[in-house]
């Protein structure tokens, strides 16, 4: 889709990202490394076409979830795929807010940036703390899924601390990657990214072929009503589309942000969500109902279930790794930047704001070893549904940022300020931007009483880190 216009046009341009290093904490410059300039560049350091941003958002959105999920939903029935349908159009609405806010302000952060400039500090943070624990959550319930597809290769899945080494393995190696700098972290999604397409397709297009519709068992099998199944599914199946921001919030690192970020969102999440329909359907109408629901790998058994065998399943196992490894890679840089972002404000402590080779390292640190230990706990308290208290625990804190940044796009069209706003397409924003507002609250709901109570608590704990780093702000200001 076109995301250049009249409105980008009339705007005062922001500096370019590139051309100078934006000022740290209290008008300082970031703290930098010998030998290097404050943002951290070097050799190791490029920034990323058009391609490598849209491979960031589908190698983002397309990781662990989709390998996981059709288990994940299938106690609710088919019901899930009518969830699936209307996630798409949410999430494509939130492709085209994010495309617009990029066009504006194509400065890495992503909804932090977007709700600091519409409301001001304090809510700035509130989408900064909120997508960060997100982030790391996200990295931890990740690489809980890639031990099912990892008990298929090398049985580890039978003793409980013999999964968690292997899901800690997972997460540090793409953190050592990033380590490496921009330049391996854009190779790795890239690559990653082709790789992961092959069992996707394989199953997605191939699985309708071996489609069996006595395989797909009730409607409904929740026992809630049909809105009610629809948006419970839903609060699971939105972790499959975690990432639709990815550009944005790398913005920074992207060849002309303006053009290219609202590309590659839109792009990668219509690419993404094409992937998801059919593959989640395929498995479906490929593996027993009844199996499914209990199967820790439904790819593999998808596979296995249309040949025969179980070459086919360990192929999909080892390409399901790949994906997965591919995913924590981009949402490690992730987990950073904002944070980084934020620091350079003064609303993060300044630490954040270290980079080296293009990476924010002490980000990249911080955050792999809060999953680490996340997943530990979460394997020692010899909870059975990991995965899923996971995921619907980022599903709440995703929605902060989300509804913040949506709410940003509706202040400024609202505004009717000429430098922000298109009159030629403000309806039509307009539309997206409350699509968006609208299905980010409806997650809220959809993420249960449990969900809400353990991200507010993490929520609560952002207030008082904001309150001491106002405090000591002001202390330094007088």
């Known amino acids: 889709m076109h995301v250049t216009g009249t409105a980008a046009q009339q705007a005062p341009a922001p500096q370019d990202p590139s051309a100078a290093p934006a000022p740290g904490p209290r008008g300082q410059d970031s703290p930098g490394i010998p030998g290097q300039d404050a943002s951290g560049a070097g050799r190791h350091a490029r920034r990323f076409g058009l391609p490598v941003a849209t491979a960031l958002v589908m190698g983002n959105i397309i990781g662990g979830g989709i390998f996981l999920l059709p288990a994940s939903v299938a106690p609710y029935g088919t019901v899930s795929l009518v969830a699936f349908g209307v996630l798409t159009a949410g999430a494509i609405?939130?492709?085209?807010?994010?495309g617009r806010l990029a066009q504006r302000d194509p400065r890495t952060g992503g909804p932090y940036v977007y709700a600091r400039e519409a409301f001001g500090d304090f809510a700035g943070f509130l989408a900064a703390w909120a997508y960060w624990i997100t982030t790391w959550v996200s990295n931890a319930a990740l690489a809980v899924a890639a031990v099912g597809y990892l008990d298929v290769l090398i049985p580890v899945g039978g003793h409980r601390w013999s999964a968690c080494l292997a899901a800690l393995a997972i997460q540090w190696l793409p953190a050592l990657a990033n380590f490496a700098g921009t330049r391996y972290?854009?190779?790795?999604?890239?690559?990653?990214?082709?790789?992961?397409?092959?069992?996707?397709?394989?199953?997605?297009?191939?699985?309708?072929?071996?489609?069996?519709?006595?395989?797909?068992?009730?409607f409904n099998a929740s026992g809630q009503g049909p809105i009610g199944a629809v948006s419970a599914s839903a609060a699971l199946l939105l972790f499959s589309y975690l990432g639709v921001e990815s550009a944005a919030v790398s913005a920074g690192e992207v060849k002309n942000p303006r053009r290219n970020v609202g590309r590659a969102t839109v792009i990668g999440t219509a690419g993404a969500a094409l992937v998801y329909l059919l593959g989640t359907l395929s498995v479906f109408g490929t593996v027993a109902h009844d199996r499914l629901v209990t199967s820790a790998a439904p790819f593999s058994d998808a596979v296995n279930a249309m040949f025969g065998g179980s070459w086919g399943g360990w192929a999909v196992a080892a390409a399901a790794l790949v994906s997965m490894t591919g995913c924590l890679n981009g949402w490690t840089l992730l987990s950073a930047q904002?944070?980084?972002?934020?620091a350079r404000d003064g609303l993060f402590p300044a630490v954040f704001a270290r980079r080296r080779r293009g990476v924010p390292t002490v980000g990249v640190g911080v955050t792999v070893?809060?999953?680490?230990?996340?997943t530990v706990y979460n394997y020692t308290?010899?909870?059975?549904?990991v995965f899923q208290v996971l995921v619907l625990v980022t599903t709440f804190t995703a929605t902060v940022p989300y509804l913040l940044a949506s709410a940003a796009q509706l202040m400024h069209l609202v505004s009717g300020r000429r430098e922000l706003v298109n009159p030629a397409r403000l309806a039509r924003d307009l539309v997206v931007a409350a699509v968006a507002a609208a299905f980010s609250l409806w997650l809220v709901a959809g993420a249960g009483y449990a969900a809400v109570y353990q991200g507010v608590l993490f929520l609560f704990v952002g207030v008082v880190v904001y309150a001491v780093l106002a405090g000591r702000k002001r202390r330094t200001a007088g």
């Open 93 to 98: 609405a939130l492709a085209l807010v994010f």
């Open 185 to 218: 972290v854009g190779a790795v999604q890239l690559v990653s990214t082709v790789l992961k397409f092959v069992p996707l397709l394989l199953v997605a297009v191939g699985g309708l072929f071996f489609f069996d519709p006595d395989n797909l068992g009730p």
């Open 338 to 342: 904002t944070p980084y972002a934020a």
């Open 369 to 374: 070893v809060l999953a680490s230990l996340l």
């Open 381 to 385: 308290s010899g909870s059975a549904r």
